[in-house]
């Protein structure tokens, strides 16, 4: 079955770092467009950054420009968010999220993950 499977999440202080793994089975992973979204209890779900099936084109939102990279590696079926310089409005819980390269971006994504905390501490 579909798994996503995100990892790397926890407590780190204002200014520090993490990366968030999320391991994918069950379905094609190079034909899937992958995502990291965020939410905060009571918020609705933020997108925060977006990658390509071949990794050659990735998006962000503002609020993480130059602090976050998303990456993926398709031979393993992982992708990655690397968090630098991170801030306390940065706490969350981190979803990944794949859809289909043949589904139109109004058809949101398909499979997601269970989610993983990131706690900055000021």
């Known amino acids: 079955q579909v798994q996503l499977v995100e990892s790397g999440g926890g407590l780190v202080q204002a200014g520090g770092s993490l990366r968030l793994s999320c391991a994918a089975s069950?379905?094609?992973?190079?034909?899937?467009?992958m995502a990291w979204f965020r939410q905060v209890s009571g918020k609705d779900r933020d997108l925060v950054a977006t990658i390509s099936w071949s990794g050659d084109s990735t998006d962000y939102a503002d609020s993480v420009k130059g602090r976050f990279t998303i990456s993926r590696d398709n031979a393993r079926n992982t992708v990655h968010l690397q968090m630098n310089s991170l801030r306390p409005a940065d706490t969350a819980v981190y979803y990944c999220?794949?859809?289909?390269?043949?589904?139109?971006?109004?058809?949101?994504?398909?499979?997601w993950g269970q989610g993983t905390q990131v706690t900055v501490s000021s």
């Open positions: 069950g379905f094609t992973f190079r034909n899937f467009r």
């Open positions: 999220a794949a859809r289909p390269v043949w589904l139109a971006r109004q058809s949101g994504y398909t499979y």
